[in-house]
């Protein structure tokens, strides 16, 4: 029976060497996506929870959460968080969890361009639960399982540390017009996930870059009214052998924000491999000019992912998500300042600091400022 077991968990093993959870609403969620980007979506104080059931036809399919709170704060210079990231396979039977504390530097290179660069530390765990599985000795030829297992687990857990990074450049060319560009690398150790002890199976660095360009209507007329703000994306994403790319379009009103995307795999410039066609709804209780004041912003969202690929069209089925974001304390905060009229030449951590701009030391605006949207 123990060499049975063996058996079993080195084929777990082998086949654990899987691509991390990718959230369709990653906007939702910025510091899951990137560790540069905390700090820099609406909300000085946000607290992110998103949920996703991939390709739901499948018995006991692929279930992921994530959790998280960000804060941005002056006297840091930029943002720091935690989260907390569960993923799950067989109902619980396999599970992968991330304890993940999160810092952000936000370096103001001018008035209209911002350079964030974000670490990441997390306590990885890997578990099997024994209590789930079906041994040889439970069967019975008439009744089926009938008694519990004999068999002893030989490990179950663990833990190691895991380490990611990520930097994020963002222009605001204009009033209407802005871009955003990053690269975020995530497991840098590539930690040991065994479950046996004495084989290693590591977890593969993911490597993604990420863009994304934003067009804000300022005429007056009907199709201002329906649509405020446009904003074209692209990721691409590569661990290990898996490669996967995303292109699409968000299109923004006063309450609701409308996506859509089209992801491709196995060759990140091949977009003949489709995955999934993903549409996305966005709600929030606030308009963009009346952001400041509502006391307690929130926006919640839902995303299908059609399977495109003949395999998920005949057995996989689609999958779904839905996330949440509150903003307990508003858009308005202590956090680092963004009203400079002259180019910041060097940002110097501390309260009573002050910046070098044109050759002239001016003291820090110690203003409230508006928190970001990083698309």
Same mark, same amino acid.
């Given at each position: 029976?123990? %060499?049975?077991?063996?058996?079993?968990?080195?084929?777990?093993?082998?086949?654990?060497?899987?691509? =991390? !959870?990718?959230?369709?609403?990653?906007?939702?969620?910025?510091?899951?996506?990137?560790?540069?980007?905390?700090?820099?979506?609406?909300?000085?104080?946000?607290?992110?929870?998103?949920?996703?059931?991939?390709?739901?036809?499948?018995?006991?399919?692929?279930?992921?959460?994530?959790?998280?709170?960000?804060?941005?704060?002056?006297?840091?210079?930029?943002?720091?968080?935690?989260?907390?990231?569960?993923?799950?396979?067989?109902?619980?039977?396999?599970?992968?969890?991330?304890?993940?504390?999160?810092?952000?530097?936000?370096?103001?290179?001018?008035?209209?361009?911002?350079?964030?660069?974000? +670490?990441?530390?997390?306590?990885?765990?890997?578990?099997?639960?024994?209590?789930?599985?079906?041994?040889?000795?439970?069967?019975?030829?008439?009744?089926?399982?009938?008694?519990?297992?004999?068999?002893?687990?030989?490990?179950?857990?663990?833990?190691?540390?895991?380490?990611? %990074?990520?930097? !994020?450049?963002?222009?605001?060319?204009?009033?209407?017009?802005?871009?955003?560009?990053?690269?975020?690398?995530?497991?840098?150790?590539?930690?040991?996930?065994?479950?046996?002890?004495?084989?290693?199976?590591?977890?593969?660095? %993911?490597?993604?870059?990420?863009?994304?360009?934003?067009?804000?209507?300022?005429?007056?007329?009907?199709?201002?009214?329906?649509?405020?703000?446009?904003?074209?994306?692209?990721?691409?994403?590569?661990?290990?052998?898996?490669?996967?790319?995303?292109?699409?379009?968000?299109?923004?009103?006063?309450?609701?924000?409308?996506?859509?995307?089209?992801?491709?795999?196995?060759?990140?410039?091949?977009?003949?491999?489709?995955?999934?066609?993903?549409?996305?709804?966005?709600?929030?209780? +606030?308009?963009?000019?009346?952001?400041?004041?509502?006391?307690?912003? +929130?926006?919640?969202?839902?995303?299908? =992912?059609?399977?495109?690929?003949?395999?998920?069209?005949?057995?996989?089925?689609?999958?779904?998500?839905?996330?949440?974001?509150?903003?307990?304390?508003?858009? %308005?905060? =202590?956090?680092?300042?963004?009203?400079?009229?002259?180019?910041?030449?060097?940002?110097?951590?501390?309260?009573?600091?002050?910046?070098?701009?044109?050759?002239?030391?001016?003291?820090?605006? =110690?203003?409230?400022?508006?928190?970001?949207?990083?698309?």
């Amino acid at each position: 029976m123990r %060499t049975l077991i063996i058996f079993i968990l080195t084929g777990i093993s082998w086949s654990i060497s899987a691509q =991390d !959870a990718f959230f369709s609403q990653y906007y939702l969620a910025p510091i899951q996506f990137n560790p540069a980007l905390a700090g820099t979506a609406n909300g000085c104080d946000r607290i992110s929870l998103m949920y996703k059931s991939q390709w739901t036809r499948l018995y006991q399919n692929y279930q992921y959460a994530f959790a998280s709170y960000e804060k941005l704060k002056d006297g840091i210079h930029g943002a720091y968080g935690i989260s907390l990231n569960r993923n799950e396979e067989g109902n619980g039977v396999l599970t992968r969890t991330f304890f993940t504390g999160t810092y952000a530097y936000h370096m103001l290179l001018s008035k209209n361009s911002r350079l964030y660069v974000g +670490f990441q530390a997390s306590i990885f765990n890997r578990t099997i639960d024994f209590s789930k599985l079906i041994y040889r000795d439970q069967l019975d030829p008439r009744f089926g399982v009938t008694k519990p297992s004999a068999a002893l687990p030989i490990v179950n857990s663990r833990f190691a540390p895991d380490f990611s %990074t990520g930097i !994020a450049y963002r222009n605001n060319f204009n009033k209407t017009q802005g871009m955003l560009i990053g690269l975020a690398v995530k497991h840098l150790t590539s930690p040991d996930e065994s479950l046996l002890g004495f084989d290693q199976v590591n977890l593969n660095t %993911t490597w993604t870059l990420h863009g994304s360009f934003s067009h804000t209507f300022q005429t007056n007329n009907e199709y201002r009214r329906l649509i405020q703000a446009v904003s074209p994306q692209f990721i691409l994403q590569k661990q290990g052998g898996f490669e996967m790319g995303q292109i699409g379009i968000m299109a923004k009103s006063d309450y609701f924000t409308v996506s859509a995307f089209y992801r491709w795999n196995s060759y990140l410039m091949n977009l003949n491999y489709p995955d999934a066609v993903v549409m996305a709804v966005r709600i929030q209780n +606030f308009k963009a000019k009346e952001l400041k004041q509502v006391k307690n912003p +929130f926006e919640a969202g839902f995303a299908y =992912d059609l399977t495109a690929n003949a395999i998920g069209f005949n057995g996989l089925g689609p999958s779904y998500e839905i996330g949440f974001a509150t903003m307990p304390h508003g858009v %308005t905060c =202590d956090g680092p300042g963004e009203m400079y009229k002259n180019r910041i030449r060097l940002p110097i951590v501390g309260k009573n600091r002050k910046l070098r701009t044109n050759g002239k030391n001016v003291p820090f605006q =110690d203003k409230k400022t508006k928190c970001e949207d990083f698309l």
